[in-house]
């Protein structure tokens, strides 16, 4: 990467002043007259009339009216730093989010911002990236600005053993998230942690961890979800493969409250592991999202194939695979493909 490249990813600036208003604005469906707000925000009127400006200015669509006050017709379902700042306020006040337009990987800059002394726990998002990593060495098609790129980067600094669950936990959590926009069961998640809605792929997830002996320093958590891109606009290698909570719901999300929703899912799969409780069982829980489960199913592994009928995930998270010679194999990594 060039320096160059890297300096052109500034994130969204946040101004407090104009949160405050648009949170106002936001309780309330009618108008808030400027005075109301100017107490409110321990602003002059003028302050809060030039706030508004700006804040017309980076596209809110908000109603002034000499008499009534302001009031904002419409919230934007794009991702805006200002309502990110506003929905955050249900996660751990410690927990910085920062929202860039654009970036080469989320994966990537929450490495280079822990470097550079970004206290974790944190998410990064964005509504592009130039160079989305996927598992396996893939690439992640992230160039429409529909979508959500988040990445959520824990420095655990505890015995690599204790998260081994975690990505798992963390698909399982951010699956059950989703599932409070889709209104049948069809929603299910792919061993280890893709979401799929019926045989179509909606979101993906790659965990990255700096361990060395017996330490895990950072794991950052990478997820693409497909929120409000249509079949006709996505690539075409994988408009047949792929879909999105628009195509399944037919409504257009936000994707300020939906970024919020996966952090909160990812923080909960976070502390599940941190605190974990015999009665939470992952392999209980699996069974009612779970894809592969009674499926035909190939995997590779070391060059080799495997085939066999997928029984389920044990309680450390590793798939239980009948194989046609009748032998349980439990499978620790890999790649799985549905066999017709
Ligand atoms: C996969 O299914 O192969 C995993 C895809 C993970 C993509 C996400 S998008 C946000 C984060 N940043 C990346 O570069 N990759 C992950």
């Known amino acids: ?40 925000i321990g602003l002059s009127r003028t302050s809060v009339h030039s706030k508004i400006e700006q804040l017309k200015q980076s596209s809110f669509k908000i109603e002034a009216s000499p008499k009534k006050g302001y009031r904002l017709k419409e919230e934007p379902k794009a ?42 726990p944190f998410a990064i998002i964005s ?22 790129y988040c990445s959520i980067l824990f420095a655990p600094n505890i015995a690599p053993e204790k998260l081994q669950k975690f990505t798992l936990w963390a698909g399982l959590e951010v699956c059950k998230a989703l ?3 889709i209104s049948d069961s069809d929603l299910k998640i792919k061993w280890p942690n893709d979401l799929y809605y019926r045989e179509r792929k909606l979101s993906g997830m ?20 497909n929120v409000n891109s249509s079949a ?34 990812v923080i909960r799969a976070y502390s599940i592991c941190m605190n974990p ?25 070391n060059h080799k194939t495997i085939k066999g009928t997928v029984l389920g995930i044990n309680d450390d998270g590793a798939l239980l695979l009948k194989t046609d010679a009748d032998v349980i194999k439990t499978i620790h990594s890999g790649d799985v493909t549905l066999k017709k």
């Open 1 to 40: 990467m060039i320096k160059a490249d890297i300096e052109s990813y500034k994130p969204q600036k946040v101004n407090a002043h104009e949160v405050s208003i648009l949170e106002a604005l936001l309780k309330e469906s009618g108008f808030v007259s400027g005075n109301e707000l100017a107490k409110m």
């Open 79 to 120: 991702m805006n730093a200002h309502l990110l700042a506003i929905y955050q306020k249900v996660l751990p006040e410690n927990f910085t989010i920062n929202y860039y337009p654009c970036l080469d990987s989320t994966n990537e800059e929450a490495e280079r911002q822990f470097y550079q002394k970004l206290q974790p």
């Open 127 to 148: 509504s592009k990236q130039t160079k989305g990593r996927g598992r396996l060495g893939r690439q992640w098609q992230s160039q429409k600005s529909t979508n959500l």
């Open 179 to 181: 599932q409070k926009y």
């Open 206 to 225: 790659l965990t990255e961890a700096k361990i060395d002996t017996d330490r895990m320093h950072t794991i950052v958590f990478g997820i693409g979800i």
């Open 232 to 265: 006709k606009t996505m690539p075409q290698s994988i408009q047949s493969i792929a879909t999105s909570l628009k195509e399944i719901t037919g409504d257009t999300i936000s994707l300020n409250q939906i970024a919020i929703a996966v952090i909160a899912a």
């Open 277 to 301: 409780e015999e009665s939470t069982k992952l392999s209980i829980q699996w069974q009612d999202y779970d894809y592969l489960k009674n499926k035909r199913v190939e995997l590779m592994q």
